[in-house]
């Protein structure tokens, strides 16, 4: 069984910054690439970057410049750290990790952590 465990979430002031962490646990799973996906309610969940394995990253338009991923393999950790945040920024932010276990590919998701940017 694997599971995601987000972090850092919380109230910001517009400007400020966040870093968001997460972790994963379990066994017999090896993840592709993993990201940060958010979801305000009556949207759908949209992408906020991704990074592989290899490190290469790809961030949505909105964020890039300011958001920067990065991740520890040996750890199985992913962090976002957020800067330069705003308003629109709020959001339930979601941990996502893509990968293979012995029987098949694999998609896990985080519990979500929320990230309100107000002053």
């Known amino acids: 069984q694997v599971q995601l465990v987000e972090s850092g979430g919380g109230l910001v002031q517009p400007g400020g910054s966040l870093r968001l962490s997460c972790a994963m646990s379990g066994s017999g799973f090896r993840f592709d690439d993993m990201g940060w996906y958010r979801q305000v309610p009556g949207k759908q969940r949209e992408l906020v970057a991704r990074?592989?394995?290899?490190?290469?990253?790809n961030y949505a338009d909105s964020v890039k410049g300011r958001f920067t991923i990065s991740s520890d393999n040996a750890k199985n950790m992913m962090s976002l750290q957020m800067t330069n945040l705003k308003p629109e920024d709020t959001a339930v932010y979601y941990c996502n990790a893509a990968g293979w276990d012995s029987l098949s590919s694999r998609v896990y998701w985080g519990q979500g952590t929320q990230v309100t940017v107000s002053s």
């Open positions: 990074i592989t394995r290899g490190g290469r990253t």
